[in-house]
T-cell receptor, first 113, second 112 residues
Framework: EAGVTQSPTHLIKTRGQQVTLRCSPISGHTSVYWYQQALGLGLQFLLWYDEGEERNRGNFPPRFSGRQFPNYSSELNVNALELEDSALYLC????????????FGSGTRLTVV | DQQVKQNSPSLSVQEGRISILNCDYTNSMFDYFLWYKKYPAEGPTFLISISSIKDKNEDGRFTVFLNKSAKHLSLHIVPSQPGDSAVYFCAASAEYGNKLVFGAGTILRVKS
């Protein structure tokens, strides 16, 4: 069974630019979660999508947005990039409700210069 | 606000001994707790979980203890192995299937 896949694995962008990160959940999983792990910090919840709808949103500015497609894959968009957006962006999927935890992808390392 | 706290940034343990990783939470609505392990350049992987109706859950070398009155949980790894060296994240959820709130993580180093 293929796991959660994220692309790209690494990305370098300039301040002010826009970026799109992609995530494909495990087949059959309808929920996708996005987390940000900045250097030295824990995983900060960004967004939760389920069945194509945004279910919950973390404490991030509106320039962080996303969507979920009918095949349950998801995109995370970040506009007007700032230096502090440099982080590892992790996507996870689950089939709600689930007795175990999420399955995470390997993440996208975003560097903003 | 940090609803889930892991106050020890790092822990060093000798191979074969017990590793104890601690986690405190502030939100009394949390009813589901999980531990994740993360190696560099990889996503976190699920280790073990516990619901608020239990106070202990075991899976092989890993045991999670939950003290609801103290809002505290711990992960015990016995015996510790060098391959256990990783970052361990504690996470909690207030609603089944809802978002997980993560702690900042504890770096565990198991010395051989």
């Amino acid at each position: 069974e293929a796991g959660v896949t994220q692309s790209p694995t690494h990305l370098i962008k300039t301040r002010g630019q826009q970026v799109t990160l992609r995530c494909s959940p495990i087949s059959g999983h309808t929920s996708v979660y996005w987390y940000q792990q900045a250097l030295g910090l824990g995983l900060q919840f960004l967004l939760w999508y389920d069945e194509g709808e945004e279910r919950n949103r973390g404490n991030f500015p509106p320039r962080f947005s996303g969507r979920q497609f009918p095949n349950y894959s998801s995109e995370l968009n970040v506009n007007a990039l700032e230096l502090e957006d440099s982080a590892l962006y992790l996507c996870a999927s689950s089939l709600p409700p689930e007795s175990g935890g999420y399955t995470f992808g390997s993440g996208t390392r975003l560097t903003v210069v | 606000d940090q609803q889930v706290k892991q106050n020890s940034p790092s822990l060093s343990v000798q191979e074969g001994r017990i590793s104890i990783l601690n986690c405190d939470y502030t939100n009394s609505m949390f009813d589901y707790f999980l531990w994740y392990k993360k190696y560099p350049a990889e996503g976190p992987t699920f280790l073990i979980s516990i619901s608020s109706i239990k106070d202990k859950n075991e899976d092989g070398r890993f045991t999670v203890f939950l003290n609801k009155s103290a809002k505290h949980l711990s992960l015990h790894i016995v015996p510790s192995q060098p391959g256990d060296s990783a970052v361990y994240f504690c996470a909690a959820s207030a609603e089944y299937g809802n978002k997980l709130v993560f702690g900042a993580g504890t770096i565990l180093r198991v010395k051989s």
